[in-house]
């Protein structure tokens, strides 16, 4: 499969706990975005990363969210101590250099928080 | 800030209606795209489009780019039940690199 590969699709965490999130881009893709989708809402930015650099974090909580993007193996989102309103959908997304802005998705990692 | 709006948020309507579905933005944008979405999973890209005044069609699918890149149009025609979904507008954000915004969406019912 040469999609963006998420896991899990499903993670379920009591409150105060951890979530990690993984996300695989596209053969070929260095540019990964994270977005968060509540019930009924549009995708929200959440950051912008290459490998090894988060070049835009502008969507992300100032608290408790970090992203990474190591130079071997996936990107990662954490969220340190979940409360409830951190119940969403997290999609991650790719993109090759291109200058049309398309993003190729993966199918999402649903958080739900106990 | 960047923002668009899509219009209508809710639609329910009946095997073979044709329908519009818009979004709209006071900024201009250098591209904008369009995706689709089913419960459960990721949002597929339908269709991007770049310049002012373009048209695409995609068999039923008939988009547009305003002359001023600050809306678009998606067009259905003779609706049929797999067309039900979420349909997405995004336009590429100013700051030069691939961050989209999105639109919050119009939820399309398609009935038989």
């Known amino acids: 499969n040469a999609g963006v590969m998420q896991n899990p699709r499903h993670l379920v965490r009591r409150r105060g706990q951890e979530a990690r999130l993984r996300c695989s881009p596209m053969k070929g893709h260095s540019h990964v975005y994270w977005y968060r989708q509540l019930p009924e809402e549009g995708l929200k930015f959440m950051v912008y990363?290459?490998?090894?650099?988060?070049?835009?974090e502008s969507g992300m909580p100032k608290e408790r969210f970090s992203a990474e993007f190591p130079k071997e193996g996936p990107s990662i989102l954490r969220i340190q101590q979940v409360v409830r309103g951190d119940s969403a959908a997290y999609f991650c997304?790719?993109?090759?250099?291109?200058?049309?802005?398309?993003?190729?998705f993966g199918e999402g990692s649903r958080l739900t928080v106990l | 800030t960047q923002l668009l709006e899509q219009s209508p948020q809710f639609l329910s309507i009946q095997e073979g209606e044709n329908l519009t579905v818009y979004c709209n933005s006071s900024s201009v944008f250098s591209s904008l795209q369009w995706y689709r979405q089913e419960p459960g999973e990721g949002p597929v890209l339908l269709v991007t489009v770049v310049t002012g005044g373009e048209v695409k069609k995609l068999k039923r699918l008939t988009f547009q780019f305003g002359d001023a890149r600050k809306d678009s149009s998606l067009h259905i025609t003779a609706a049929q039940p797999g067309d039900t979904g979420l349909y997405l507008c995004a336009g590429r954000d100013s700051g030069g690199y691939n961050k989209l915004i999105f639109g919050a969406g119009t939820r399309l019912a398609v009935h038989p």
């Open positions: 997304a790719s993109s090759g250099r291109t200058s049309t802005g398309e993003l190729f």
């Open positions: 990363l290459q490998k090894e650099n988060i070049i835009d």
